[in-house]
């Protein structure tokens, strides 16, 4: 897979909104790309489930990518960037923010890569618009 950023998030409901675009439906869900300050803000945790080595297609990851804002990758100049393999045991937890640029590669010793990949967000979205999965967390 060559190397992208997470651009969009999921909504209930397709509502016309400034500054959201692109909107598609991905697994039943309907997903926009919302400015890029709520991506700036946003994180996801990816819980893994198998080991995740370089064989198996460990993510791939553009140190400090996500503080260059939204990018095309042909503007990130690859000599002066550089990449890491991020390798994680069974068990473990990888932090990441949408707008690091990331891929994998396939499986070359045919070995699972199971990841529960959860997506945070502490912002409210506008105009109507609702997150398609929502959990308030509170202090209790």
Not at 51 to 56: A, F, I, L, S, V
Not at 59 to 87: A, M
Not at 95 to 121: D, G, Q, W, Y
């Amino acid at each position: 897979m060559a190397y992208h950023q997470d651009l969009t998030i999921s909504v209930d409901t397709k509502i016309e909104v400034e500054n959201f675009e692109n909107w598609t439906i991905k697994q039943n869900q309907f997903a926009v790309q919302p400015p890029k300050e709520i991506l700036e803000d946003n994180f996801t945790v990816r819980i893994h489930i198998d080991t995740t080595t370089k064989e198996n297609g460990a993510l791939k990851v553009i140190n400090n990518s996500h503080s260059k804002g939204i990018l095309r990758i042909e503007k990130l100049n690859f000599e002066n960037e550089k990449e890491t393999i991020c390798e994680v045991e069974k068990g473990g937890i990888m932090i990441m923010k949408p707008l690091l640029f990331h891929a994998s590669k396939k499986t070359t010793n045919n070995e699972r890569r199971r990841v529960i990949h959860i997506e945070f967000s502490k912002q409210e979205l506008p105009s109507g618009l609702e997150w398609s999965e929502r959990k308030i967390l509170g202090n209790n």
